[in-house]
């Protein structure tokens, strides 16, 4: 069994502005207040290709291990280690990001890809944000029923934590346009 779902959401702010906010949406003290979730991030690898523009980044991301309570005592773990993988591309203004669980994968495999790219609309004052989740609970692939409402629960925290992470980022973003006209907010 596998569980995914999309999401789509489109912030009122240029793209450059949204993935700038992307980068800082873990430093911040009121940001680990909200994403509380998120327990340590760390870059593991950045390099600038000059010759195509691009950035590549590499971070380890350490999480309370998602899904029910129970599940977290069944496997003996209640955090989780993920790698982030981004290629952010200056010249078509897009930035990708795939985040996988590296820990825990005997149990439990998700994999998040995020999109942000200028709104075809309004490319130049929109940014839409793509996501793509999958989840699934392995050694419960024998017990169907019970691995599919492990899954639905694993998938309504993603889907809590989404939209935790988007209100950040509008605050972000907020805090960057307010920044750039020069006013303290």
């Known amino acids: 069994m596998v569980r995914a ?7 009122n702010h240029p793209w450059e502005r949204v993935t700038s906010a992307s980068w800082r949406k873990f430093t911040d003290a009121e940001n680990k207040r909200i994403l509380s979730h998120i327990l340590e991030v760390d870059t593991l690898n ?7 523009g691009k950035l590549y980044t590499t971070r380890a991301i350490t999480v309370h291990a998602p899904g029910p309570w129970f599940i977290r005592r069944l496997i003996g773990q209640d955090i989780c280690h993920s790698v982030e993988s981004s290629v952010v591309d200056a010249r078509s203004r897009s930035m990708h990001l ?45 017990l169907a029923s019970m691995a599919e409402k492990v899954e639905q ?18 605050r972000i973003c907020k805090y960057l346009e307010a920044e750039s006209s020069g006013i303290s907010i």
């Open 46 to 52: 950045r390099k600038l290709d000059p010759i195509n």
């Open 98 to 142: 795939t985040t996988r669980n590296v820990s825990l994968r005997n149990f439990l495999e998700v994999e998040e890809k995020v999109w942000y790219d200028p709104h075809p609309d309004n490319p130049e004052r929109w940014t839409v944000c793509r996501q793509e989740t999958s989840i699934r609970i392995k050694p419960l692939s024998a």
């Open 5 to 11: 779902y999309t999401q789509e959401h489109v912030y």
């Open 153 to 170: 629960k694993c998938a309504e925290k993603f889907q809590q934590n989404s939209a935790k992470s988007r209100e950040v980022m509008e």
